[in-house]
């Protein structure tokens, strides 16, 4: 019985082989040559393409769109609790590892009541320990200045620039309080 693969946001060599129906060191190739644009997870060696990475290597190499998984009905329109706003705000992210925390300016590129996504500056390398990872993200710019926030890091994409999905976990009254009347007024 053959396994049926669905859409999502990332894709393993096994599933990108399978799609296309070729062998995985063909696709281990393409990766490695930087032929097919993906990340390696945090802490290990296994490779990752994000869909739309995929869907452009596919385009450029002639390849059927139709090969890859439609959305399924489930699928439909996910909705967070809170909606994310976009924003732009200077921020540090102190990444707490086995040896020592690790700080590096980021940009907040949106925000919700729950969570943010940060972007590292092109260029940057990070040692980033493996799974669950505890970070603090400390906002530098106003009107969030002063603002520090525990969090754990939820999702990583190093396709472009390093793209961090934090969920927020402990944070005062007080600056609940702000974070809610800055989102309200976006």
Known sequence: MERKIRRKNSYTTGEIARILGININ?????????QL????????????????????????HNLPLELLPAPEESERGYRRAYPRK????????????????????????NLSKLGAKAEVEAGKELKIPAP???????????????????????????AQ?????????????????KLESFLDSL
């Not at 732009?88 to 992210?93: D, I, K, M, R, V």
């Open 161 to 177: 620039k390093i793209t961090m999905g934090l969920k927020f976990l402990e944070m005062s009254e007080e600056w609940e309080k």
């Open 37 to 60: 644009k993906g990340f390696r997870l945090p802490g290990s060696l296994e490779r990752r393409v994000p869909y739309e990475a995929l869907k452009d290597f596919m385009r450029s």
């Open 132 to 158: 669950p990872v505890e970070v603090s993200l400390k906002f530098a710019a106003d009107p969030l200045d002063g603002l520090e926030v525990k969090s754990h890091l939820i999702h990583l994409n190093a």
């Open 26 to 34: 063909t696709v281990i190739k393409w990766f490695d040559d930087e």
């Open 86 to 109: 976009v924003v732009s705000l200077s921020a540090e992210l102190a990444i707490k590892g086995s040896d020592e925390a690790v700080t590096v300016p980021v940009s907040v590129i």
